[in-house]
């Protein structure tokens, strides 16, 4: 199993088991119900549910096994005592930032967007609960999926219908700011009223008619303070037939840098899947049959390459290689400019295990998951769960698999064991939900 992200310092979020009015004080969070644990034999909840209907458009998830849309067109956050992440790039301080290695990590989420209800939901990855949830837009309609978490263990998430939000993982970080004595903020399956709520760390409203893809970068660490800073994050939309993409303070949510890609037809969404390697570029995926685009962030000049199958999810390997997912999985070499393709039977989501001998993981048929070889582009494992559409793997090395609809599984990678938690709306998430590909990303060395 690989090593991810995992943090030190501040409190224990898994702790309370209170159901009430989701409002902590104390730094204390909620125990939700709905958790179930079967076999690689078992069905799950083998329900789906409702669908990602909280934005209509026909290309998203439009129950075509395989093939996405069947188209081929083509920060100083303000935390308190000494606070670590452990990733596989930085070594550990001269001064005390925490634990290091493989030490227990204090916190370990993994963050789903519930689509139809405007939120987001945190999930404990080691007890499989959810553990606060949040309105994500003012006006609660801006249909949420994509979410990313930062090498700070924060998360921020893209509205579907314009508008970017980012939320503080530990009430440390959270600020007054609705004149009420302490920090209110959800502990369950709850959210807050907004206004109320003050984990929201800030939201850009971004006038926009599709806005898919969110990624953070790795910012800089600081080995004095234990604080990742100078943290970016990049996002991108499309209105009528621009693309235009976004790099964003990470801080307060201003823009940075902004290019618009030409020579790229908008089509289906503008660029749908992204993720950010270990240069600090950006790379974008269309849906379909369409291109694969990297903007390089030195000089936000970019480059376009065309897809060879149609791709779905997307995501960037502790290698360095780009890799689309639908029906077909493809691998793409940035140092040779080369493809390689395989028919693996997949879905949509998926994302590669970083460790030795680490496979490939991707939705299968919107059921289960497979484990595919990176090297040989061969499934070496198949298992089911509750549910599959967007893929994640969390700081011990389980496969999480959310649903499109209800449900998360977590899943043992070596027996196929899987727990369920079955309290999501909606859910339509697939991207870097745990914060895992960023803390493994790499680039080949030629």
Not at 101 to 117: H, I, K, Q, R, V
Not at 137 to 144: N, Q
Not at 286 to 291: E, F, I, N, R
Not at 325 to 350: H, K, L, Q
Request: aromatic residues 10%.
């Amino acid at each position: 199993m690989g090593l991810a992200l995992v943090g030190c310092g501040g409190s224990d979020p898994s702790g309370g088991t209170g159901s009430g009015g989701g409002i902590s004080t104390s730094g204390e969070t909620g125990n939700s119900d709905g958790v179930e644990s079967v076999d690689s034999n078992g069905d799950g909840d083998g329900n789906s549910g409702p669908g990602d209907t909280g934005d209509g458009d026909s290309g998203d998830g439009d129950g075509d096994p395989g093939d996405g849309d069947g188209n081929d067109n083509g920060d100083d956050d303000g935390g308190t005592g000494n606070q670590k992440w452990d990733t596989l790039s930085v070594p550990d301080s001269a001064f005390n930032c925490g634990g290091g290695g493989n030490d227990e990590p204090e916190f370990s989420y993994l963050w789903a967007a519930n689509s139809t209800e405007g939120t987001i939901s945190k999930i404990d990855t080691k007890t499989v609960t959810e553990v606060g949830r949040y309105i994500v837009r003012p006006d609660s309609a801006g249909s949420p999926s994509r979410t990313s978490v930062s090498l700070s263990g924060h998360v921020a998430v893209a509205n579907r219908n314009g508008g970017v939000t980012k939320i503080y993982a530990t009430e440390e970080s959270c600020e007054e700011s609705n004149g009420m004595p302490g920090i209110q903020t959800s502990n369950n399956n709850q959210a807050l009223a907004w206004g109320t709520e003050e984990c929201v760390a800030w939201h850009k409203p971004m006038q926009y008619s599709s806005q898919r893809p969110v990624a953070w970068g790795a910012g800089q660490y600081n080995e004095g303070t234990c604080f990742w800073e100078d943290e970016e994050l990049w996002t991108a939309a499309t209105q009528g037939q621009t693309i235009d993409v976004y790099v964003l303070d990470g801080d307060d949510g201003s823009t940075k840098e902004m290019i618009t890609i030409e020579g790229v037809s908008a089509g289906y969404y503008g660029i749908y899947g992204g993720a950010v390697d270990g240069n600090g570029d950006f790379w974008g995926s269309q849906l379909g049959t369409g291109k694969l685009i990297r903007v390089n962030r030195e000089d936000m000049t970019y480059d376009i390459w065309q897809m060879p199958v149609s791709g779905y999810g997307m995501t960037v390997d502790s290698e360095g290689f780009v890799w689309t997912c639908s029906s077909n999985v493809a691998r793409f070499d940035p140092e040779t400019e080369t493809w390689e393709t395989a028919a693996v039977g997949g879905y949509t989501g998926c994302m590669a295990d970083a460790g030795e001998d680490g496979l490939l993981w991707m939705s299968q048929g919107g059921n289960g998951v497979i484990g595919v070889n990176r090297d040989t582009l061969q499934v070496e494992k198949t298992w089911a769960a509750g549910g599959s559409y967007g893929i994640s793997i969390d700081f011990e090395g389980y496969v999480w698999a959310v649903a499109y609809g209800s449900t998360v599984s977590k899943i043992d990678p070596e027996s196929g064991q899987f727990w369920t938690y079955n309290g999501l709306v909606g859910a339509y998430t697939y991207s870097d939900m745990t914060g895992y590909a960023l803390t493994n990303v790499g680039s080949p060395s030629g």
